[in-house]
């Protein structure tokens, strides 16, 4: 009988003094206390483990410690050890434009190289946040392999074998082509974690380890923080207090590890054999087109639309993109500033006085100066007349019609979008609203508006709408159309508006406190009127290429986690535009990202026979990140008609 092959176990230890914890006063101290004695547990027991860090962690270290930097080269050189690229800056990539993940990725090659002379081949991707889009950058810039959580992925895919997390495997990037994983696993770092702040006694992590390690083929002992031993940040009140030695426990484990014949430690590199057979597995699904680590409370929403002021440096740094891409050269500099003012950890556990630094550094106010059309007088003189206008006063209806558009907007409910259609699709309407009792379900019965406005603030404990009485504003222009009108809310006054030309619509919030609440803010809301069967959907999730989803199922990005977690998922749509439809008939849906880096959501849920399709914006998330006094911004959006075969 053929010996069975030992487990492959393999650890990767992710370092970063960007951590939004992490003040730079602090950055000395995090050296002598946590990276220093990774090094020396690798020098003194011969661990060949992972260590992954950006170009930013490296310079930092550096600045304070070049010796850390001496060690780490000669326990490269000497293969005692390996290096796991990260890129220039820890980024959440399906949250980026592709140009600058590509970006990231090169610049952090080339400090590799000239800070360590080494060229990593493996990838871990940042925060495990990730999307077949953001899969293609990887592949582009020539890694082999990019190290991702299982475990969330897994719970999104109910066709996955649970097998498949204990060997390496192949993703499907946007394009359809591979790149080979190698898995991290939540449960079982946060095992690891518990073993070394004993919470766990080394004979109990034994019991667990060869429980979880019994005939597989590879297994990931640890692949997260490294500044959570012997440091703590700060971050929590729930933090672990400290009262060992925790990497002289780490120390024991790995030694005894070693010392047992049942095992076979290895660098995760060494898991790509050339000769092994690797399934194919798509990461992404319509529900969760982003896939991000840990428990289902992590979601890309924490990074683009909570912390201290998430929307309004999202906004700001599109806007220095935008800036990039007009000049005729572009430095590795400027690129450099760019991917670091997009770190991640500038959008969470924030310290206050790193937050007024970046403000400091950026004393221009990062809000955007978008707001409603003003009518050009000599416009209006030479108004195009194509556009007729019907108002009922008895139902306060407004009804638009045009050669190429018509709109009806429902006065009574804050100038909400009862129904829209197009030329293009011939006049057959496409959004609008669904009333009261369309669904024959109770918890359906209500009214399923288009283009309007939700706040649910936490500290008021209220929701806030724009669904009031309203009175139009109408504006001929020589181009089109402008109609507006002002709502008072509970959190001040709106300006909503639409602008008509062609056939495109766009749609406006002006908000006249700027200050962000505490909340949801959701609007821009989008009602399919096909209830036939369910919408699909694309966008650019940090890829060149569009990502076209098709849902079987029902789902809803805005679904609440928990009572302190509004969200659970999100489209990146990193080039500022998504299209979703039912069947061929289907809207282009754009915006200023510059202006206002707001995130569309979706959901579709089966009612009877029948689906409710929905989409919308959202310019604030809740989630333990979130902070008071972040800015709420202007918003609009255009609407033109498409076919899906047109994005095909």
């Not at 740094?317 to 500099?333: A, N, P, T």
């Not at 195009?384 to 019907?390: A, I, P």
């Not at 096909?530 to 890829?543: E, I, P, S, Y």
Request: net charge negative.
């Amino acid at each position: 009988m053929a010996n069975t092959p030992l487990p492959n176990v393999y650890a990767i230890f992710h370092l970063n003094l960007a951590f939004s914890s992490i003040d730079t006063s602090e950055h000395q101290r995090v050296l002598n206390l946590c990276y220093w004695p990774l090094l020396h547990l690798i020098e003194r027991n011969n661990i060949p483990l992972g260590i992954e860090l950006t170009a930013y962690t490296l310079e930092c270290i550096q600045a304070v410690d070049s010796s850390w930097i001496d060690k780490f080269k000669v326990l490269l050189t000497e293969g005692c050890c390996e290096l796991i690229a990260s890129g220039d800056s820890q980024i959440i990539g399906p949250l980026l434009p592709w140009e600058v993940n590509i970006q990231n990725l090169s610049l952090g090659q080339k400090s590799y190289q000239a800070l360590l002379n080494y060229q990593p081949k493996v990838a871990y991707i940042n925060e495990q946040a990730v999307s077949a889009g953001l899969l293609d950058c990887y592949i582009d810039c020539g890694f082999d392999a990019v190290v991702v959580e299982w475990d969330n992925p897994f719970s999104h895919n109910t066709d996955w074998d649970k097998s498949s997390r204990y060997q390496p495997q192949q993703l499907v990037a946007a394009s359809g082509r591979t790149i080979k994983v190698i898995w991290n696993h939540a449960v079982a770092f946060q095992k690891f974690q518990r073993y070394a702040h004993d919470e766990m006694t080394l004979t109990e992590y034994f019991e667990y380890l060869d429980t979880e390690t019994r005939g597989v083929t590879a297994f990931s002992l640890y692949g997260s923080d490294a500044e959570v031993f012997n440091y703590r940040p700060g971050r929590f009140h729930t933090e672990a207090t400290l009262f060992v030695d925790e990497w002289h426990r780490i120390e024991q484990l790995f030694t005894q590890i070693k010392s047992q014949q049942k095992y076979r430690w290895v660098m995760p590199s060494e898991l790509l054999s050339a000769t092994q057979e690797y399934s194919t597995l798509k990461v992404q699904t319509p529900a969760h087109p982003i896939s991000v680590k840990k428990q289902a409370k992590y979601n890309v929403t924490r990074w683009a639309l909570s912390g201290r002021n998430d929307l309004s440096i999202n906004s700001l740094c599109y806007r220095k993109y935008s800036q990039l891409k007009e000049l005729e050269h572009v430095s590795e500099q400027q690129w450099r500033e760019l991917c670091r003012l997009w770190a991640s950890d500038l959008r969470t556990h924030l310290t206050h006085k790193r937050y007024q630094d970046l403000l400091d550094r950026y004393p221009i106010a990062m809000t955007a100066t978008q707001t409603a059309p003003k009518a050009d007088l000599e416009a209006t003189r030479k108004a195009n007349s194509d556009y007729q206008v019907y108002h009922c006063s008895e139902r306060n209806i407004l009804t638009v019609e045009h050669p190429q558009i018509k709109l009806v907007l429902n006065g009574k409910r804050g100038m909400a979008i009862k129904s829209l259609a197009f030329a293009r699709h011939n006049f057959k309407p496409i959004i609008g609203t669904l009333a009261h009792g369309y669904f024959d379900h109770i918890s359906y019965a209500a009214d399923f508006y288009s283009n309007h406005l939700v706040i649910e603030r936490y500290c008021e404990r209220d929701r806030v709408t724009d669904l009031s009485r309203t009175q139009f504003n109408i504006t001929h222009t020589s181009t089109g159309l402008i109609i507006s009108t002002e709502i008072a809310t509970l959190q001040g006054k709106l300006t909503k508006w639409y602008r008509l030309e062609n056939e495109q619509i766009e749609c406006g919030f002006d908000f006249k406190n700027r200050h962000r609440p505490e909340a949801t803010i959701r609007l821009g809301y989008l009602t399919l009127l096909n209830c036939k069967q369910r919408h699909w959907f694309a966008c650019h999730n940090g890829g060149k290429l569009l990502e076209t989803y098709h849902p079987e199922q029902d789902f809803n990005h805005g679904t609440p986690v928990s009572s302190i977690v509004s969200a659970n998922s999100a489209l990146g749509a990193t080039e500022g535009v998504f299209y979703t439809g039912c069947d061929d008939l289907g809207l282009k849906i754009s915006w200023s990202p510059q202006s206002c880096a707001a995130l569309p959501m979706l959901s579709s849920q089966r009612v009877n026979n029948s689906y409710l399709n929905r989409a919308w914006f959202s310019l604030s998330e809740a989630d333990e990140t979130l902070k008071a006094d972040g800015e709420l911004l202007n918003f609009s959006y255009q609407i033109t008609p498409c076919f899906k075969t047109d994005i095909n």
